[in-house]
C-alpha cells in the first residue's frame, strides 16, 4: 500500500466515523456520539501521521500522543481539550466506566464537545500535505 492509499484509508474511516457521530447525536445518543466523534479525530490523526511521516502510526487511541508523535505543535488547551476527547473512547468502552460519560454525556456537554472535535477535525485537515479525497 502506497502512502497516498494509506492515507487515504484513514480519511474515508474518519468521514465515516464522523458521519456516525453525528447521526448519533441527531438520534440523542449522546454518549456514542462522542465515542465516534473521538474515532473520527483519531482516524484523522494517524491519517495525518501518515502523510507527515510516510510510517505507521502508533497503537494508541491517545490523541495527544498520536499528535506529539506526528510532530504536531498543540497549546496547553489544545492538548487539555483533546485529553477530554481521548477519554470519550476509554469511557465508552468499558462497563465500568460507561455510566460515567452517559451520566456526563447532556445535549450541552455533548454540543460543546461535537463543535471542538468538529473544529479539531478542520484543523487537522488543514495540516495535510496534498489535497485528500476521502471517498477514493
Not at 61 to 69: E, T, W
Not at 99 to 110: P, R, S, V, W
Amino acid at each position: 500500500m502506497t502512502q497516498v492509499e494509506a492515507v487515504q484509508l484513514w480519511m474515508r474511516g474518519a468521514e465515516d466515523a464522523w458521519d456516525t457521530a453525528q447521526q448519533l447525536f441527531a438520534a440523542k445518543k449522546y454518549h456514542h456520539a462522542l465515542f465516534f466523534g473521538q474515532m473520527y479525530l483519531e482516524k484523522l490523526l494517524k491519517g495525518l501521521h501518515y502523510d507527515l511521516k510516510d510510517d505507521h502510526p502508533p497503537f494508541t487511541h491517545n490523541l495527544v500522543l498520536i499528535a506529539k508523535k506526528a510532530e504536531i505543535k498543540l497549546v496547553p488547551q489544545q492538548i487539555e481539550n483533546l485529553d477530554e476527547i481521548s477519554s470519550f473512547n476509554i469511557t465508552a468502552r468499558y462497563p465500568e466506566h460507561k455510566q460515567e460519560l452517559f451520566t456526563k454525556a447532556t445535549l450541552g456537554y455533548t454540543k460543546k464537545w461535537m463543535k471542538l472535535i468538529e473544529d479539531f477535525g478542520s484543523y487537522f485537515k488543514g495540516l495535510f500535505h496534498y489535497e485528500i479525497q476521502p471517498g477514493n
